[in-house]
């Protein structure tokens, strides 16, 4: 007679097993800091100051000279090389000969009182000869020689190298009434002084000095500084404070980095230039001389965020952690096992009941028997290809 088979219940749990190892919850938590009440829209202050001298063939030059303006606020430039026009008056003369329409033969491809914006003035109706060339370009009243014309290129000034722009930030979170600086605090103010009419920042040994070389700056923005004095260009000087409040407010410090901002693959819109005129009386009439200076411009950005322990943020980050990894669901299946009276009603809808019947109580000729009838089974099937032509 065959003996009884017994059965072996085993409760399996459809969703309790959670991996608890490792979680983007961890990561928000702790090493963002989801504990902290944060700002990042902090109130900042920005002072420059370019410093300098330099030779540039019989003349000397100072801020006054090549720095625009020469103290200001978040955005700075200084001069680098000029390309000068010299005694322009008003009066007429030949239009540039790359202006659209401008070549003419006879008066009359010339339309008077005409005014192309991309070129110098308004057109008379005369065509004349185009200053000592052979062809002719229509007459225009403007301030003549044209610049492109006349235009003579001094060197660039080298020595701008060493130029330095001092740069004083102040930065205020007015949630934590916290305010802070680029420059050291604890130094004295004859101390202070000292110090900052030598030092030059840098990041390792001088990390609260605001003063810059410009050299320094366009390495740090990966750029040729001989490139620079030939095109021009503008730089993006970016002042970075991520303050942790809970620490000393001396770990709340800055950060630099520098980098080009204008757009280098368009050759015809890159670079950085500005125009300016002196003007002047000569003989009783009005004259000026024009200056193109290219150079380097410096704009300062100031990006900022603080954070402090707050409760509020701590018990919602909590919270949502645990309810992402499914300790709530766990605590509360706990509850309603262990408390509450039908808690064998709850058992029977939560889990899976699994019947497993053990192997060695299975008796071994009905697996026999189940196993020949499978193979004879499949030994049925004849071999249809036997016979068969191709």
Avoid at 196 to 201: A, E, G, I
């Amino acid at each position: 007679m065959m003996p009884p088979i017994t059965f072996s219940h085993q409760w399996r749990r459809c969703d309790f097993c959670v991996c608890l190892s490792d979680h983007p919850q961890r990561y928000v938590f702790i090493s963002q800091k989801a504990y902290q009440d944060s700002e990042t829209h902090p109130d900042s202050s920005i002072y420059t100051l370019m410093k300098g001298t330099a030779v540039h063939g019989d003349d000397i030059l100072d801020s006054v000279e090549y720095a625009s303006p020469s103290e200001g606020g978040d955005v700075i430039s200084t001069l680098l090389r000029r390309d000068i026009t010299y005694d322009q008056k008003q009066g007429t003369c030949a239009e540039y000969y790359k202006v659209e329409n401008a070549n003419c033969s006879k008066d009359a491809d010339c339309v008077p009182g005409e005014v192309d914006f991309n070129g110098h003035g308004r057109r008379t109706g005369k065509c004349i000869q185009y200053y000592n060339h052979t062809f002719k370009t229509c007459e225009i009243q403007s301030w003549c020689p044209i610049e492109e014309y006349a235009v003579v290129r001094e060197p660039a000034l080298v020595e701008a190298i060493n130029f330095t722009v001092f740069i004083r930030n102040y930065i205020h979170f007015p949630k934590f009434k916290v305010l802070r600086g680029n420059i050291e605090d604890s130094l004295g103010k004859r101390r202070k002084r000292k110090y900052l009419n030598k030092c030059q920042y840098n990041e390792e040994t001088d990390p609260y000095c605001p003063n810059f070389r410009l050299g320094y700056i366009a390495s740090q923005a990966r750029e040729s500084f001989s490139e620079l004095c030939r095109t021009g260009g503008v730089i993006g000087v970016f002042i970075n404070w991520d303050c942790n409040l809970d620490l000393n407010p001396s770990y709340c410090k800055p950060t630099y980095s520098f980098r080009r901002l204008d757009v280098r693959k368009d050759e015809d819109n890159s670079g950085y230039y500005y125009r300016f005129a002196k003007y002047y009386s000569k003989n009783g009439v009005e004259s000026r001389t024009l200056i193109k200076a290219y150079g380097i411009r410096l704009d300062i950005i100031v990006h900022g965020q603080a954070g402090k322990f707050s409760p509020i943020p701590t018990i919602i980050s909590s919270v949502t952690a645990m309810t992402s990894v499914g300790i709530c669901t766990i605590i509360c299946d706990w509850i309603m096992l262990t408390f509450i009276d039908k808690n064998e009603v709850y058992s029977d809808r939560k889990f899976d009941e699994v019947i497993q019947e053990p192997a060695d109580l299975i008796p071994t000729d009905l697996v026999h028997t189940e196993l020949s009838y499978i193979g004879s089974f499949g030994s049925n099937h004849s071999d249809l290809s036997d016979g068969v032509p191709l």
